[in-house]
């Protein structure tokens, strides 16, 4: 085996096949949006050299593109500071939830596996603001008040889908975490325990730590669901009202397909397949370090 993988006419052979399928699926695609994105094409026709006038635009001319990045830079706080330590702790009680885990585990997997659209339909029926079950209910329970057109109110639009985007993906979160304290040997309890540790000591300077290698894997894979969330904005909202909930994603596609500006859409796609990689190199970087070895 070891002089068959010396050869390196071998190796050319065995790596050829999936080299020449990533080149013409990934590479030659960007290159050529990286091209169109110098055009004023619609998507037919002929269309003429506008330069870098389209990436000059999105840059420094387009404020639906730059409220797009934030409303997915917010949603990615909100999904590090709240669904991720919420995921953590309800991991760790399901662990602890004797014959009941595989219940309570099966009970908050359930809207990962539903499909996004019939998810997506029952919010927007949840917060109508006519028939809503949101706003009946707040009614019933004397916080008239309260109600709201949760998905019509510019201040409160984007917060209504970002928790229904929370709510979404809350099951993989939590299952990433399970998994990850699966993995850790029940002789390190036992001995944290022996040692005086409290439950709160166990948890925080003993569990979470040896979980950082599955914490880093399911903050790289949150980072990346957040900057191309479209599917539930889209069925949701369509970034209205205005563009108070538009993410790059949806943007694109509505610029690219929708008002045929195909060159400027592709102009957004270059420079949003940068970001990406931009901010997932960063966090890779800022999560490189290994504490969680036993």
């Excluded at 190796?11 to 994105?37: D, E, K, N």
């Excluded at 209504?160 to 399970?178: D, E, K, N, T």
């Excluded at 166990?202 to 290698?213: E, G, H």
Aim: with cysteine; glycine share 8%.
């Amino acid at each position: 085996m070891h002089k068959l993988m010396s050869n390196r006419w071998t190796i050319t052979w065995l790596v050829a096949p999936g080299l020449t399928l990533f080149l013409f699926m990934v590479c030659f695609p960007i290159l050529m949006s990286v091209y169109y994105g110098t055009t004023n094409w619609t998507g037919l026709g002929e269309y003429q050299s506008v330069g870098f006038a389209n990436y000059q635009k999105v840059l420094f001319d387009d404020p639906i593109f730059w409220r797009s990045l934030w409303n997915a830079l917010l949603l990615l706080l909100a999904t590090l500071l709240l669904q991720h330590p919420v995921a953590i702790l309800f991991a760790i009680l399901i662990t602890r939830a004797g014959r009941l885990e595989k219940t309570f585990r099966t009970i908050f997997f359930i809207p990962a596996v539903i499909s996004i659209v019939v998810t997506s339909k029952m919010w927007v029926s949840v917060f109508h603001p006519s028939y809503g079950v949101l706003n009946k209910v707040l009614e019933q329970l004397g916080l008239a008040s309260l109600k709201q057109d949760w998905l019509g109110d510019p201040s409160v639009a984007i917060w209504s889908l970002i928790f229904v985007i929370m709510w979404q993906g809350f099951g993989y979160a939590l299952l990433l975490y399970y998994a990850g304290l699966q993995g850790i040997p029940k002789d390190l309890y036992e001995a944290a325990e022996l040692d005086g540790a409290g439950k709160v000591t166990l948890y925080t300077r003993v569990v979470v730590p040896l979980l950082s290698p599955m914490i880093r894997v399911a903050v790289i894979i949150a980072v990346t669901t957040c900057l191309k969330q479209m599917e539930t904005v889209f069925l949701m909202t369509n970034g209205g009202p205005g563009s108070t909930t538009q993410f790059l994603g949806n943007y694109l596609y509505k610029t690219a397909f929708s008002s045929s500006l195909y060159g400027y859409g592709n102009a957004i796609s270059v420079i949003f397949v940068i970001i990406c990689l931009i901010i997932t190199v960063i966090m890779n970087r800022a999560l490189k370090k290994d504490v969680g070895q036993f």
